[in-house]
C-alpha cells in the first residue's frame, strides 16, 4: 500500500468510528458500547495486567499448535504428493476429515486433555494439520517435471533431491498456505479459549459477559482479536516479499 | 574454422567436398522401439531407429512436430527406457540420467528459485568454494551474461534465461549435451543469434551435441548431419551431411541445395 492508499483506508475507520459513535449515543436501546467506551475498555484491560497476559496466552497456543502442526503437515503432504500411490490411498480419508469443524473436537480434546493449554492448542493443531497437508500435497504436483529431470541429470541424491529442488520448488505455495491455515488456527483459538481454558482473548468475552454484561470489554476483545490477525496476516505476507520466492507470484 | 564433418557413415554422402576426419563413435542407438499405452490403446512413436554419433559430433534431428523426436532425446538421454532397443554411450549401456550428458530443455529448465550463479552452480556441488566460484564466473562470461549474477530467471529475457540453461549444462563439463527445441519459444532475432552463440560454444568446448528441431533451416545453419524422421512411427527417413565449414553462408548454393532437398525428402513444396 502506498502512502495515499493508507491515509485513505484511515479516513475511511475514522469515518466508521465517528458513525458508530454517533449511532449509539443517539440510540436509546443499548445495543453497542461506543467506540470511546471500547477504548476504555483497552485501557482498563491494561491497567489490570489482563492485556498483555491474554494476547500473550492466546498468541503462545496458535504459535505452538499451529507449529506443531506445519512441522508435522508439510514433510507428510510433501510425501503423500510425491508418493502418488499413498496420496490416493489416503485421500478419501482427508476428504472425510477435512469438512469436520475443528470445534466439533472440543468435547473429544477436553476428554483428552483436560480443560487447560493441552486443549486448546490440540484443536488449534487440528485446525491447522489437514489444511498445510492438502496444500502441500497439491504444491508438490505442480512441480515442474522439468526441473525434477534437470535435478536427476545433475546426479543429485535423493534427500539432495528434496532440499535443492522439491522445498524451493513448493515454498511459494507453502507461505500462502501457511498464511491462510494461520488465519485459520487465530480463528479458531478464540473459539476454543471460549470453552476449553480460563485465559486468553476468547475467554476474556465469554467471562467479560457472564461476569456483569461487560460489553465494552466484549468489544475490545473483537478489537483485540481483528488488530493481532491483520498484523499475523501483514507478518505472513513479508515472506511473499522474499527475493528467491517471488517467481511464485509474478503474473508471467 | 575447422569444420567438423560426421563421418560415422551408415548412409552414403551425397556429396564430398569437405576433408574427412574419422571420428570416435560416442553414442549408439540399437534398434530403439518406443510403444505407449494410451487408455489400452497401443500408440507406437519410435520403431527401429539405428543412429551413431561421433565424439564431438553435432547432429539435428529433423522432424514435424509430434513425430517422437523428444521421446528419441529423452531415451538417448536416459530419461526413458524404451520398449526395445538399447542405447549405448563410449560402450556402456544407458540406464538413467548421467551428470556426464546434460539435457537443455527450453528456458523453462532453469530454477527459477535461483540466482543466476545459483543455476549455473547448481550441478557444482561437489566442488570446493572457490572452484565453484572460478566455474560460475567462466561460464557467465561464455554466455555474455556478466552483471546478471545476482539477478533471478524471471528478471531476465527469454534468451538470456535461455544462455543460462546453457551454462548451466556446461558448467558441469558434459561430454555431450542433448537438446530439445532449445530454441523453439524464442523471437526470431533471439533465435538467430542463439544459434550462433551454440556454434561459438561447441567450437570452444567440443562438446558432442545431439539437437532436436523441427525447423529445417536451423538444422543446416547448425548440424554437421541432419536425421530426418518421419512421421509417427518415427523412423530415420534420411541422414543428410552438411558439408559446409562453419560460418556457413546460408545464401550459397550448396546451403539452397541441401535445404531444397531436405524440403523434398519431407515432402514440402518450398514456396509460400
Given at each position: 500500500?502506498?502512502?495515499?492508499a493508507?491515509?485513505?483506508?484511515?479516513?475511511?475507520?475514522?469515518?466508521?468510528?465517528?458513525?458508530?459513535?454517533?449511532a449509539?449515543t443517539?440510540q436509546?436501546?443499548?445495543l453497542?458500547?461506543?467506540?470511546?467506551?471500547?477504548?476504555?475498555?483497552?485501557?482498563e484491560?491494561?491497567?489490570?495486567?489482563?492485556?498483555?497476559?491474554?494476547?500473550?496466552?492466546?498468541?503462545?497456543?496458535?504459535?505452538w499448535?499451529?507449529?506443531?502442526?506445519?512441522?508435522?503437515?508439510?514433510p507428510?503432504g510433501?510425501?503423500?504428493?510425491?508418493?502418488?500411490?499413498?496420496?490416493?490411498?489416503?485421500?478419501?480419508?482427508?476428504?472425510?476429515?477435512?469438512?469436520?469443524s475443528?470445534?466439533?473436537?472440543?468435547?473429544i480434546?477436553?476428554?483428552?486433555?483436560g480443560?487447560?493449554?493441552?486443549s486448546?492448542?490440540?484443536?488449534?493443531?487440528?485446525?491447522?494439520f489437514?489444511?498445510?497437508?492438502?496444500?502441500?500435497?497439491?504444491?508438490?504436483?505442480?512441480?515442474?517435471p522439468?526441473?525434477?529431470?534437470?535435478a536427476?541429470?545433475?546426479?543429485?541424491?535423493?534427500?539432495?533431491?528434496v532440499?535443492?529442488?522439491?522445498?524451493?520448488?513448493?515454498?511459494?505455495?507453502?507461505?500462502v498456505?501457511?498464511?491462510?491455515?494461520l488465519?485459520?488456527?487465530w480463528?479458531?483459538v478464540?473459539?476454543a479459549?471460549?470453552?476449553?481454558?480460563?485465559?486468553?482473548?476468547?475467554?476474556?468475552i465469554?467471562?467479560?459477559?457472564?461476569?456483569g454484561?461487560?460489553?465494552?470489554?466484549v468489544?475490545?476483545?473483537m478489537?483485540?482479536?481483528?488488530?493481532?490477525?491483520?498484523?499475523?496476516?501483514?507478518?505472513?505476507?513479508?515472506?511473499?516479499?522474499?527475493?528467491?520466492?517471488?517467481?511464485?507470484?509474478?503474473?508471467? | 574454422m575447422?569444420?567438423?564433418?560426421?563421418?560415422?557413415?551408415?548412409?552414403?554422402?551425397t556429396?564430398?567436398?569437405?576433408?574427412?576426419?574419422?571420428?570416435?563413435s560416442?553414442?549408439h542407438?540399437?534398434?530403439?522401439?518406443?510403444?505407449?499405452n494410451?487408455d489400452?490403446?497401443?500408440?507406437?512413436?519410435?520403431?527401429?531407429?539405428?543412429l551413431?554419433?561421433?565424439?564431438g559430433?553435432?547432429?539435428?534431428?529433423?522432424?514435424?512436430?509430434g513425430?517422437?523426436k523428444?521421446?528419441?532425446?529423452?531415451?538417448?538421454?536416459?530419461?526413458?527406457?524404451?520398449?526395445?532397443?538399447q542405447?549405448?554411450i563410449?560402450?556402456?549401456?544407458?540406464?538413467?540420467?548421467d551428470?556426464?550428458?546434460?539435457?537443455?530443455?527450453?528456458e523453462?529448465?532453469?530454477f527459477?528459485?535461483?540466482?543466476v550463479?545459483?543455476?549455473i552452480g547448481?550441478?557444482?556441488f561437489?566442488?570446493?568454494?572457490?572452484?565453484?566460484a572460478?566455474?560460475?564466473?567462466?561460464?557467465?562470461k561464455?554466455?555474455?551474461?556478466e552483471?546478471?549474477?545476482?539477478?533471478?530467471?524471471?528478471?531476465?529475457?527469454?534468451?538470456?534465461k535461455?544462455?543460462?540453461?546453457?551454462?548451466?549444462?556446461l558448467?558441469v563439463?558434459?561430454?555431450?549435451?542433448?537438446?530439445?527445441?532449445?530454441?523453439?519459444?524464442?523471437?526470431?532475432?533471439?533465435?538467430?543469434?542463439?544459434?550462433?552463440?551454440?556454434?561459438r560454444?561447441?567450437e570452444?568446448?567440443?562438446?558432442?551435441?545431439?539437437?532436436v528441431t523441427?525447423?529445417?533451416?536451423?538444422?543446416?545453419?547448425?548440424?554437421?548431419?541432419?536425421?530426418v524422421?518421419?512421421?509417427?512411427?518415427?523412423?530415420?527417413q534420411?541422414?543428410?551431411?552438411?558439408?559446409?565449414?562453419?560460418?556457413?553462408?546460408?545464401s550459397?548454393?550448396?546451403?539452397?541445395?541441401?535445404?531444397?532437398?531436405i524440403?523434398?525428402?519431407?515432402?514440402?513444396a518450398h514456396?509460400?
Open positions: 500500500m502506498n502512502s495515499t493508507r491515509l485513505r483506508s484511515a479516513v475511511l475507520i475514522a469515518v466508521l468510528l465517528a458513525i458508530w459513535h454517533v449509539v443517539h436509546k436501546v443499548h453497542l458500547p461506543t467506540p470511546l467506551a471500547v477504548a476504555g475498555g483497552v485501557v484491560l491494561a491497567q489490570r495486567g489482563l492485556l498483555i497476559k491474554y494476547v500473550v496466552a492466546s498468541l503462545f497456543r496458535v504459535t499448535g499451529f507449529l506443531g502442526a506445519a512441522i508435522l503437515a508439510i507428510f510433501l510425501a503423500l504428493g510425491w508418493h502418488k500411490r499413498s496420496g490416493m490411498a489416503l485421500n478419501p480419508l482427508i476428504q472425510i476429515f477435512r469438512p469436520i475443528p470445534l466439533a473436537w472440543i468435547p480434546s477436553i476428554l483428552w486433555f480443560v487447560g493449554d493441552m486448546a492448542i490440540f484443536l488449534i493443531f487440528l485446525a491447522s489437514l489444511p498445510l497437508t492438502v496444500t502441500a500435497m497439491n504444491a508438490v504436483a505442480n512441480v515442474s522439468v526441473h525434477i529431470n534437470a536427476r541429470n545433475f546426479g543429485l541424491s535423493q534427500s539432495q533431491l532440499w535443492r529442488v522439491l522445498y524451493p520448488a513448493v515454498a511459494p505455495q507453502l507461505i498456505g501457511l498464511r491462510i491455515t488465519g485459520i488456527a480463528l479458531v478464540v473459539a479459549e471460549m470453552i476449553a481454558v480460563n485465559s486468553g482473548l476468547g475467554f476474556l465469554v467471562d467479560s459477559r457472564n461476569a454484561n461487560r460489553y465494552d470489554l468489544v475490545a476483545g478489537a483485540l482479536i481483528g488488530t493481532i490477525g491483520l498484523l499475523l496476516d501483514i507478518g505472513m505476507r513479508s515472506f511473499e516479499k522474499i527475493r528467491s520466492l517471488r517467481w511464485g507470484y509474478s503474473e508471467d | 575447422a569444420s567438423i564433418i560426421a563421418v560415422v557413415q551408415k548412409f552414403p554422402r556429396t564430398a567436398t569437405s576433408p574427412k576426419r574419422q571420428l570416435q560416442k553414442l542407438a540399437e534398434n530403439i522401439g518406443m510403444i505407449f494410451r489400452s490403446n497401443c500408440v507406437e512413436v519410435l520403431e527401429g531407429i539405428d551413431e554419433v561421433g565424439e559430433e553435432f547432429v539435428c534431428i529433423l522432424g514435424p512436430s513425430c517422437g523428444s521421446t528419441f532425446l529423452n531415451i538417448i538421454a536416459g530419461f526413458i527406457s524404451p520398449t526395445s532397443g542405447v549405448s563410449d560402450g556402456e549401456i544407458v540406464r538413467g540420467p551428470p556426464r550428458r546434460i539435457f537443455v530443455f527450453q523453462r529448465g532453469v527459477p528459485w535461483l540466482t550463479e545459483g543455476n547448481f550441478g557444482l561437489k566442488l570446493s568454494r572457490a572452484k565453484r572460478e566455474r560460475i564466473a567462466h561460464y557467465v561464455l554466455v555474455g551474461l552483471g546478471f549474477e545476482k539477478a533471478y530467471p524471471h528478471e531476465l529475457s527469454g534468451g538470456m535461455q544462455r543460462l540453461e546453457v551454462a548451466r549444462a558448467a563439463n558434459p561430454d555431450v549435451l542433448f537438446l530439445d527445441e532449445p530454441f523453439g519459444a524464442l523471437d526470431s532475432i533471439t533465435r538467430l543469434t542463439m544459434r550462433s552463440e551454440l556454434l560454444i561447441w570452444a568446448e567440443r562438446k558432442t551435441i545431439v539437437f523441427h525447423d529445417i533451416e536451423e538444422s543446416i545453419q547448425l548440424a554437421d548431419r541432419v536425421v524422421m518421419s512421421a509417427r512411427p518415427a523412423r530415420i534420411r541422414i543428410v551431411n552438411i558439408d559446409i565449414s562453419h560460418p556457413r553462408d546460408i550459397s548454393r550448396r546451403y539452397i541445395e541441401l535445404r531444397n532437398g524440403f523434398e525428402e519431407i515432402g514440402l514456396k509460400v
